[in-house]
Every structure is written in C-alpha cells, then in structure tokens.
C-alpha cells in the first residue's frame, strides 16, 4: 500500500474517534515518525513525540514539556492539554503493567477521543490491561513501498558517489527485480545491505541481488517457522510434466519484468495445487519452480506451527505468513498440505479450521509476490475450500510416467550419480517399469549401486533389472486408491504430464 493510502487510512480511524492505536510494522524508528508526521499533516493536527530520556516535545521543535520523562507525568500533561493532537509513545507499553500509568493512559485516551487526536503506540501485539484493551485498535503499517526503496537507493548511489567512484551496472529490468527483492526489508536494512554490497567493489550490479536474498534468509530463520531450502540446480531437472512447464514459461515474463507486467494488467500469480500419485516428482516441482524464476523457495512445516497453549498456533502461522512477505518475491512451498489443514475432526480443538480460515484469507488477500506451491496426495482428505476456482490459479494433477518420460527419469538419475547413461539399455528399463513412480525409479538405481558396489563393482542394465524385479510399486499395491485418484483428477484438474 502506498504511504498516501496508509496515511488516509490512518486518519479515517482517528477522524472515527479511534484514540489509542497500536501500530504493528514500525522496526523502523525515523520511519514511522515520519509517516506520522504526514497523518498529523494531513489531519492538521500538532504532532508529538515521548520517549523516556527526552519527555513529551512538539515533532521538529527544540526542547520538552518539563518533568515528562517519567510516563506517569507524561500522560497526565497529555490529558491535561487542552488542545488535539497525535502522540507518539516509545516505549511506554513497557510501563502498562503499572496500575497507576495504565490508568493515566486510560483518561488520556478518554480526553483524545473528546478533543480530537490519538495515542500511538509502536507494536500491534502488545498486550494491554483492562480498559485499555478493549479501547485499542491495532493497525499494521506496510514495509516501504518501491517508490520509497527506489527514493533510498537513488540517496545511497548520489551520496557514495561524491566520496568515490561507484559504477552502477543494471538494466531497467535488473533494477527493478533489485527493488522488488529488497520490498519487505526496513528502510535500515535496505540502507545497510547496499551500502555494503557497493562498498565491497565500488559498484551495483545484478550480482548485488545475492546480497539482498541472503539477508533475507537471515530474517527467515530467526523466526524458526519457515525453511529456507537451498536450491541445487543440478538437482532440479524435472523429466516430463510437460503442462506445469508451458504454463510455468508463460509467466516467468511478469518475474523479468514486473514493471511492464502491471502496465498490461497482471498481477503477480498466486499459486499452483499439485495433486497426484505419490512419488512422481510433486515435491521436486517446487524446487524446479523457484530455480526457473530465480526466486528463494522457502518451506513451511505445518509441525512448527502447533502449539499446546491457546491461540500460540494462530500466532505462529501469522508470523510465518509474515515473514514469507517480508522475504517476496518468493516460492512458499507446503508439502502434503493435507496434513496440514485436514477437514473433519475436532480433535484439536478447532485449531487447524481456524488455521485453514486463516489461511485461506492469507491467499486471498496477502500484499507480498509469494508464489505457493502447495502438494497433496489424498485429495479426500483436502477441505473442499481449497478446490474452490480461483483459490489457486491453477490445480495440476501429476500421474505415472509414461515410457519416454521413465527413461528420462532413469538418465537423470544414473548421470547425477556418477553413471553414463549411455552405457545402459534405456528403452528395456523403461519397459520394465510401467507402472513405477519417479521415486521408486531412482530407488531401483539406489539398491542397484549399492548390490554392485557389494559384488562387482559395476552398475549394469542386468543388474537393474533384477532389482525392478524385486519392487512392488505402489500403483500395484495400491492399485484401487490409485484408480479413484485418477478417476477424480479426470474431471477436475489440468494434466501437468
């Protein structure tokens, strides 16, 4: 959201008599000053500040009101004044737990609601006492939009440039995915990780990306919800699947270049379901993804989220959505999403339907470019919410190789294993597996390496014959459950094969 828009938001709530707000996405101190000081503007309101080393002063004015430093006598001069106006309270949550402080909040807020203005507290998760938080609004700020983030890297760039030479090499379009790849960040961490990367060599380029994806990541993980899964592009070769690929090219053009793609009027896509017979390259697609569009794939563990205490899971699956934000654009991929959001059942309270509404919101309404690419292998057990047009761009189903693809997937598998390919018999392999899954494929090719290097020493086309022949794929075994797969696949889904 533009800063214009998140002011006129802002003022709406005070204009409504909202009086004490509690705004969530201040990590950045000079920024939301600032972005206060335009809703104080744009109300025509005074605008002041109170922290506990300097008291209650007047926003660009020298000086403070005499003996505010201490919160008490801060907020009794706050209800005391006769006059509107917006304060901004840093730090003064950490003082609530006083019963005398929080009363005094309590009858500032009362007097701001009848003369006009509002308390601004920094953090939209602090907990309030009392009245106090039945009388708060909380309200989430957006990360710096690109004007914002383009208006910083054009003050860095001018700024180094008068003390050293600095070469920028970037394209319009490498400019832009720079930007695109720094949204998330704070205005301080965006400041310090491209000081840093053009500092290093005394220029910009696009290998300057690295930088911003790796701190990122750093963000990532210190919330312990998301994985950060590198990619190996060597293991991301994807045989077949020919469908998810043709559809996954058309839109790699809005990645490229996302500033032309908004001036035709596409948006960046939501996501892809893949469901399908288990063991045929569901998961591996998710790598693919992020490796074809160059983007972080992060992966969400639904066992991370669930908490023993009440409401503890809610929080940590908004902590993980917001983090999958911050790192955009990005592939958020979520393995066996069934597991995750099973319909049914009360067995935990309720806790995964009110994750999966939650969830299901996110999709419809997040701000940040995350891809999902989410995976499911027993669609009877998927909430039909999920399936519902327009949840997902799209729901592929991935089935069984057909034979050229099973020989693709045998040459795969024996090249990044140290084996020429052509040195076995393809074609008799692929003809010996007509019902076998990528994975069970690159299993027979596992125990075969591991029979040879017990025995002779050498991986021949024989010798893996003899272990297809001691497998019992799971469309065998299975073979109903399959069948009904597919039935259900032929009328509802795309063939990603």
Not at 90 to 110: C, F, I, K, P, Y
Not at 168 to 186: C, I, N, P
Not at 225 to 253: M, Q, S
């Amino acid at each position: 959201m533009p800063m214009r828009d998140t002011v006129r938001e802002l003022g709406l709530l005070v204009r409504s008599g909202h009086a004490l707000l509690l705004v969530g996405g201040g990590e950045d101190p000079d920024r939301l000053e600032g972005l206060m000081a335009h809703l104080a503007d744009s109300l025509e309101l005074p605008f002041f500040t109170w922290s506990r080393a300097r008291g209650v002063s007047r926003h660009g004015q020298p000086g403070a009101a005499y003996g505010t430093e201490d919160p008490g006598r801060a907020l009794s001069h706050i209800t005391s004044s006769p006059f509107p106006g917006l304060y901004l309270l840093r730090g003064m949550e950490g003082h609530l737990s006083n019963d005398v402080v929080a009363d005094r909040m309590a009858e500032a807020v009362r007097a701001l609601r009848e003369r006009g203005g509002a308390i601004l507290l920094p953090g939209s998760e602090t907990q309030l006492p009392g009245e106090l938080s039945a009388r708060a609004t909380p309200v989430a700020l957006p990360g710096p939009g690109r004007e914002e983030l383009k208006g910083l890297l054009t003050r860095i760039l001018r700024d180094l440039a008068a003390r050293r030479p600095v070469e920028v090499d970037l394209t319009v379009a490498e400019r832009d995915r720079l930007l695109g790849h720094l949204t998330g960040l704070t205005l301080l961490e965006a400041e310090k990780i491209l000081t840093k990367a053009i500092i290093e060599d005394g220029r910009l380029s696009v290998e300057d990306i690295r930088h911003v994806v790796d701190a990122k990541r750093a963000v990532v993980e210190k919330e312990g919800l998301l994985e950060y899964t590198p990619l190996e592009d060597h293991r991301t070769e994807v045989a077949d699947l020919a469908g998810l690929k043709e559809w996954l090219r058309k839109r790699t053009a809005i990645l490229a270049d996302p500033t032309r793609a908004r001036a035709f009027g596409l948006t960046f896509p939501k996501g892809i379901l893949l469901v399908g017979v288990p063991g045929c390259g569901k998961s591996l697609s998710a790598k693919a993804v992020a490796s074809e569009w160059s983007l972080p794939l992060l992966r969400l563990d639904p066992s991370a989220l669930y908490n023993k205490y009440i409401g503890e899971s809610e929080r940590n699956f908004r902590r993980a959505m917001d983090a999958a934000e911050r790192m955009a654009p990005v592939v958020l991929w979520i393995d066996e999403l069934e597991k995750a959001f099973a319909s049914g059942g009360s067995e935990d309270g309720g806790v995964s339907q009110r994750i999966l509404g939650s969830f299901l919101s996110w999709m419809q309404e997040r701000k940040g470019d995350v891809f999902v690419v989410a995976t499911a292998n027993d669609v009877s057990k998927l909430p039909p919410e999920f399936l519902r047009k327009g949840r997902f761009d799209e729901v592929f189903f991935v089935d069984l190789p057909d034979g050229e693809t099973r020989k693709e997937i045998f040459r795969i598998h024996l090249a990044l294993r140290e084996q020429d390919p052509a040195s076995f018999d393809l074609p008799a392999l692929a003809a010996a597996t007509p019902h076998f899954s990528g994975a069970e494929i690159e299993q027979v090719v596992i125990s075969g390496l591991y029979t040879a290097f017990s025995g002779t020493g050498v991986l021949d086309t024989p010798l893996l014959l003899e272990e297809v022949g001691r497998t019992r794929p799971l469309a065998t075994t299975m073979r109903e459950r399959i069948t009904a797969l597919r039935a259900w696949a032929g009328e509802r889904t795309v063939p990603a094969n």
